[in-house]
């Protein structure tokens, strides 16, 4: 059974940079689609980015040219770059893998404040 456990959360002033990254278990890594998803309070679950197999990535309008995804398939990890962070970048992030079905990794929180 797939695991997912990201990391890097955490408190950052507004203009700061974070990088999440996301490890997985199991053996079908190199040929899911990873992506990372956000929550805020009071709001649905979004998509902010993701990367195929192939290394093809989509981005969340709100975050181009401020996020970068990318993904290191011998380390199983996925990671998120998050430069130029605004206080609507607050969310719980989460991590996802799809390969024939979706997994979820338990989030990490993210807070952009002064």
């Known amino acids: 059974q797939v695991q997912l456990v990201e990391s890097g959360g955490d408190l950052v002033q507004p203009g700061g940079s974070l990088r999440l990254s996301c490890v997985a278990s199991?053996?079908?890594?190199?040929?899911?689609?990873m992506g990372w998803y956000r929550q805020a309070p009071g709001k649905q679950r979004e998509l902010v980015a993701d990367i195929t197999k192939s290394g093809t990535t989509t981005y969340a309008d709100s975050v181009k040219g401020r996020f970068t995804i990318s993904r290191d398939n011998t380390k199983k990890t996925v990671y998120l770059q998050m430069n130029s962070l605004k206080p609507e970048d607050t969310a719980v992030y989460y991590c996802?893998?799809?390969?024939?079905?979706?997994?979820w990794g338990q989030g990490t929180q993210v807070t952009v404040s002064s």
């Open positions: 996802s893998q799809y390969f024939i079905g979706r997994t």
């Open positions: 199991g053996s079908s890594f190199s040929l899911s689609t």
